[in-house]
């Protein structure tokens, strides 16, 4: 069964329950209010009646031919009319006249003549005993409250489905759109013109269709960025060595060299895409123990300072003179490390500078490599640890890697429990502020 029409039986059901109460209620209040009604019409005519009888006790000195006197009384006119039911006693409580009953279901209203009881006079008493005209008024109220209750039911059954409709409408399109992203359609979105539980389920969905497009974007990015990054290296060597087979180019220790240089670029991408998947699933292993990151950075720029010659760059460093001591894992850091300076390395323009500066804070180390132009800009700082994005439109590999590595580097300070963060250099061109703590 469908959650709307469960929900429409369900209130249904409860508004016919509601009604139905309320007719119970409303008949059983009537009963008691008619019972009531007659009871106190009866004790008033029951005082007339106990004076009528009490003179006709003076004037015989008991009831007897009292039968006689009563239809008289019946033929008078301005009199109420004694009923057939009426019920006389003595005062020992013997019938005399009427109906025989028991006292409790009698309605008694005393005879007095000089202050002393004589008589009693009485009417039955309670449902079982109605006159006529009660019944008729009684029969008629039932059929009035049956009359409106049937169109009261034909509107709760009417608003019921308006109400479950209305209330069900945007879960069934909630329902609608999480099909169509089972299904890979992640475009369509669903109107938020609500603004309860409900309309928050609406907004969670859409912003779920938006982040499954996103991410399904850039799945496909990321395969068409991989595939081409592959296909290059694989590309340059399948030349290379159809060369040497075919005897175009002879095996020389160069064209060697050259094949060995493909592949290491090809292992690094490799080696950074498994690197990169570890860290995502959270897979990937650090050792951590206290180490000196003073010492550590200053090994990785000393390592590079020949590289920096070679590209015509100036390389300023500025670090403490004392030990930074870090808890940290020295071979992931080292890789953050040599990503950031490679990184300033391939971008930074001949004759340019890289400055590299480090300083001790209250919860640990500040790192700051800030390089001259070219610079990078505001939207595309945004985006420069997503995977496989790089600045440059182009994909000339002589400018960059494979765009991993700083989405690595990201991975690698957060394991630390750190930030990193690109802004622009005051050199005019980029710079990346790594902070870490002493504890990771």
């Not at 015509?312 to 670090?319: G, Y």
């Amino acid at each position: 069964m469908r959650l709307r029409t469960r929900m429409f039986v369900t209130l249904l059901s409860v508004c016919t329950v509601l009604v139905l109460t309320m007719a119970v209620l409303f008949q059983l209040g009537f009963e008691r209010g008619l019972d009531r009604f007659l009871l106190e019409r009866q004790q008033s005519l029951l005082q007339q009646w106990s004076q009528d009888f009490a003179e006709y006790h003076a004037e015989h000195g008991d009831f007897a031919g009292i039968s006689l006197r009563m239809m008289i009384w019946s033929e008078e006119d301005g009199r109420n009319q004694l009923p057939r039911t009426l019920v006389l006693l003595d005062d020992e409580r013997v019938q005399l006249l009427g109906p025989t009953l028991p006292n409790s279901e009698l309605v008694l209203a005393p005879v007095i003549r000089d202050n002393q009881t004589v008589g009693w006079v009485g009417l039955p008493a309670g449902s079982r005993h109605r006159d006529t005209l009660a019944s008729n008024f009684r029969d008629s109220q039932i059929e009035t409250l049956i009359r409106t209750i049937l169109p009261t039911l034909l509107l709760a059954l009417f608003g019921t489905w308006l109400l479950a409709r209305a209330l069900l409408k945007p879960i069934e399109q909630s329902a609608a759109l999480a099909r169509r992203l089972g299904d890979g359609d992640y475009h369509e979105k669903i109107a938020e013109n609500r603004s309860d539980e409900i309309g928050e389920l609406m907004r969670g969905m859409n912003r779920l269709a938006q982040s499954l497009a996103q991410a399904s974007a850039a799945r496909e990015r990321w395969l068409a960025d991989i595939s081409h990054e592959l296909r290059t290296p694989v590309a340059v060597l399948q030349g290379e060595l159809e060369a040497l087979i075919d005897g175009v180019r002879p095996a020389s220790p160069d064209h060697l060299r050259s094949l060995h240089q493909e592949i290491l670029h090809l292992k690094r991408l490799l080696d950074d895409l498994h690197d990169l998947s570890l860290a995502d699933v959270g897979a990937l292993r650090y050792r951590f123990a206290m180490l000196d990151f003073t010492a550590l950075c200053g090994d990785a720029l000393e390592a590079m300072r020949g590289r920096f010659s070679d590209h015509k760059l100036t390389l300023n460093i500025q670090l403490p003179t004392h030990p930074i001591m870090l808890q940290g894992d020295s071979t992931r850091l080292r890789q953050l490390l040599d990503n950031l300076l490679e990184n300033s390395l391939k971008y930074t323009d001949p004759g340019g500078r890289v400055d590299v500066t480090m300083q001790a804070t209250d919860r640990g180390a500040r790192l700051d490599i800030a390089d001259s132009a070219p610079g990078v800009s505001d939207a595309d700082r945004q985006r420069l640890f997503e995977h496989l994005f790089r600045v440059e439109a182009s994909r000339n590999r002589q400018l960059g890697g494979a765009g991993l590595g700083l989405a690595l580097c990201e991975r690698i300070v957060s394991a630390h429990r750190g930030s990193i963060e690109a802004s622009a250099s005051p050199f005019g061109g980029l710079q990346m502020t790594v902070l870490l703590d002493q504890e990771a």
